[in-house]
Nanobody, 117 residues
Framework: QVQLVESGGGLVQPGGSLRLSCAAS????????MGWYRQAPGKQRELVAL????????NVADPVKGRFTISRDNAKNTVSLQMNSLKPEDTAVYYC??????????WGQGTQVTVSS
């Protein structure tokens, strides 16, 4: 069984910053891509950012490009999302994602990020 545990969500004012972290544990091997998705109320889940197994390639969605940075620590099986210059439209539940175990998708339970004054 694979567990993804997220942390770092919360309430922040517009222009503020938050850092999300996700730790993978359990029967997990061959972690390939890691990343973050988000889902706002009434909307579909959307990609925020992905990072390759070696950490040398990232795919960052246009709405957050230049404000969000994804990183990973392969020694600890963690992926992080540094979110700066947050906007109210960034409000959503953020989900950690990994592709591992030769093609299986795993999701975290989600962490709420609310950007409001």
């Amino acid at each position: 069984q694979v567990q993804l545990v997220e942390s770092g969500g919360g309430l922040v004012q517009p222009g503020g910053s938050l850092r999300l972290s996700c730790a993978a544990s359990g029967s997990i091997f061959n972690i390939n891509a890691m990343g973050w998705y988000r889902q706002a109320p009434g909307k579909q889940r959307e990609l925020v950012a992905l990072i390759s197994s070696g950490g040398d390639t990232t795919n960052v969605a246009d709405p957050v490009k230049g404000r969000f940075t994804i990183s990973r620590d392969n020694a600890k099986n963690t992926v992080s999302l540094q979110m700066n210059s947050l906007k109210p439209e960034d409000t959503a539940v953020y989900y950690c994602y990994i592709l591992a175990n030769f093609g299986s998708n795993y999701w975290g339970q989600g962490t709420q990020v609310t950007v409001s004054s």
